[in-house]
């Protein structure tokens, strides 16, 4: 994994676990905590986001490439409750300096809550030793 996603300050601060780890994909979870809810106590729709984001950051960083969003849309379908959040994201094209990523974002029982599509600017390749 790229440097850069293990240094993410926002995911450390908002408890972000990297459960799975490859190139193209990675599988996050997140605890949903009370400071992380809405007023409807449910997770805050800015966190679901952000855990999709975190998900989609470390499936395009696992390579040779460091990569920047270009892009990103999240579609929710149901509300995000607890205990905790997982986000599963998989890179599905991929070009010279771009890729497109989708990730699904689940309770901890599996249930679908929402979909994330990115596109990811590969900045450059990175430099092995």
């Known amino acids: 994994m790229s440097d850069v996603t293990k240094q993410d300050k926002f995911a450390q601060y ?9 190139p193209g994909y990675a599988k996050v979870k997140l605890p949903v905590r ?3 809810l809405n007023g409807l106590d449910m997770a805050h729709g800015g966190v679901v986001f952000s855990l999709a984001d975190y998900a ?4 395009s960083n696992t390579s040779e490439r ?3 969003a270009l892009s990103a849309h999240v579609t929710y379908s149901k509300p ?3 205990p905790y959040l997982t986000a599963e994201a998989r890179e599905v094209t991929s070009a010279n300096r771009t890729g ?3 990730a699904e974002i689940c309770t901890k029982d ?3 809550i929402a979909t994330f599509t ?3 600017y590969y900045k450059q390749i990175k430099e092995t030793p």
Not at 14 to 22: F, M, P, R
Not at 56 to 59: E, P, R, T
């Open 14 to 22: 908002l408890g972000i676990e990297i459960l799975e780890q490859k």
């Open 66 to 68: 460091l990569a920047v």
């Open 56 to 59: 989609f950051a470390v499936a």
């Open 100 to 102: 497109t990523y989708a």
């Open 110 to 112: 599996g249930e679908l």
């Open 34 to 36: 009370t400071e992380l």
């Open 118 to 120: 990115g596109v990811a």
């Open 80 to 82: 995000g409750r607890g």
